[in-house]
Nanobody, 126 residues
Framework: QVQLVESGGGSVQAGSSLTLSCVAS????????MGWFRQAPGKEREGVAA???????TVADSVEGRFTISIDRANNTLYLQMSSLKSEDTAMYYC????????????????????WGQGTQVTVSS
């Protein structure tokens, strides 16, 4: 079992920056995908960013150049650095993790994972 606990959400003005954190505990695979997903009311869940255990990262086109995903393996902590935030970034953000199967990009695009955090709300006002 893997437990994921997110933090760092909040309410900010457009153009601001925010960093989300996700601490993982329990069993961690030697090779895995971890990532951030978001879901706004009335919209489908979107895979925002994913990172493989070797550090290879992928981000959605909608956040390219503004969001950066990183991982601190020593502390089992996943980060999402968000800058130039827009009102359309408003959503509940979820951390997710899964054993690496084929591609973390495919995993992110499918939006399916066996392990999820409880979510942290990000609200961006214009």
């Amino acid at each position: 079992q893997v437990q994921l606990v997110e933090s760092g959400g909040g309410s900010v003005q457009a153009g601001s920056s925010l960093t989300l954190s996700c601490v993982a505990s329990g069993y961690i695979w030697s090779r895995f995908c971890m990532g951030w997903f978001r879901q706004a009311p009335g919209k489908e869940r979107e895979g925002v960013a994913a990172i493989e255990s070797n550090g290879r990262a992928t981000v959605a086109d909608s956040v390219e150049g503004r969001f950066t995903i990183s991982i601190d393996r020593a502390n089992n902590t996943l980060y999402l650095q968000m800058s130039s935030l827009k009102s359309e970034d408003t959503a509940m953000y979820y951390c997710a993790a899964d054993r690496y199967i084929f591609s973390c990009t495919s995993w992110r695009n499918r939006g399916e994972s066996n392990y999820w955090g409880q979510g942290t709300q990000v609200t961006v006002s214009s």
